[in-house]
């Protein structure tokens, strides 16, 4: 990811379509699952260290 791009769902069709309005890079992904725990495409994508 990179300044003027992210991550959204794609059932967030008009916010979607406001972004790209405004030249912002939107990389859609599916929300059914994700979505019912409450969580975000962030939940997702955030790596994960451990020692």
Excluded: A, D, W
């Amino acid at each position: 990811m990179s300044p003027g791009e992210v991550v959204v769902y794609s059932r967030n069709y008009v916010t979607n379509r406001i972004l790209e309005e405004n030249g912002i890079k939107v990389n859609t992904m599916p929300s059914s699952e994700l979505s019912r725990g409450r969580g975000g495409p962030r939940c997702m994508s955030m790596p994960l260290v451990r020692e």
